[in-house]
């Protein structure tokens, strides 16, 4: 398929990803790519479990199948579980619903996901939309306080639910700083100076513990 990179690419114009990343076929289509360290990003999220589930935990997955950030993020997840316990098999996949990324359609299929099975101790949402749909699947089910909801992003509302005590953890993106980095890069992709490739931006894990030392209605801060 002729896609809009190909397009761009035959035309000489400058191509910058941002944040969504591309899949590796089509890394010569474009100049450079600013985007979070996706694995890390599941990653904050499964230590987090490991940590506070010592026993193992019935989990429930809220996704985005369709974005190769999310699939990456889960994989994170996974991983960042089996890399902090002894017991990685107590850590069970009860089930992966597609929350389309929105909070309506999270909080529907959560909602089926709860009534189906009476077990489970957390929902892991590959954003913080999504996890809000779980939070409220979650309290009307009369299961607030004893199932652990964790999303992605460091979003205003994430943050917000965190310090409200619903969510207990989301793994921080920093997009200012990937929209100033992409300017950045822009202007010396016209200038013809040289740009790192493939820019990988590090994220951050904000809980209860820590919620205190941010600005609960910003996304990010620029330093």
């Given amino acids: 398929a002729h896609t809009v990179l190909h397009t761009c690419k035959d035309a000489g114009v400058k191509v910058i990803n941002i944040d969504n990343v591309i899949t590796e076929d089509d890394y010569d289509l474009v100049d450079a790519i600013i985007a979070s360290d996706n694995t890390q990003l599941g990653y904050l999220s499964g230590q987090w479990v490991a940590e506070h589930h010592p026993d193992g935990a019935n989990i429930l997955i809220v996704h985005l199948q369709t974005a190769e950030s999310c699939i990456i993020n889960v ?73 652990d909801i964790l999303g992605k992003d460091g979003a205003p509302t994430g943050k917000h639910a965190i310090s409200e005590g619903t969510m207990v953890q989301s793994s921080a993106q920093r997009p200012t700083y990937m929209g100033y980095t992409g300017v950045q890069y822009a202007v010396d992709l016209l200038n013809g100076k040289e740009v790192e490739f493939n820019t990988s931006i590090e994220s951050y894990s904000i809980t209860a513990d820590n919620i205190g030392d941010y600005d609960l209605d910003a996304w990010d801060t620029l330093e």
Avoid: C, M, R
């Fill in 75 to 147: 994989d994170g997840f996974w991983q960042g579980i089996k890399d902090n316990t002894d017991n990685p098999d107590a850590f069970v996949e009860v089930q992966v619903v597609e929350g389309g990324g929105s909070t309506e359609t999270s909080f529907q299929v959560v909602s089926d996901a709860l009534q189906a099975h009476d077990d489970i101790d957390v929902i892991y949402a590959i954003n913080d939309t999504s996890a809000l749909g779980a939070v409220q699947a979650v309290a009307e089910a009369g299961k607030t306080g004893s199932i």
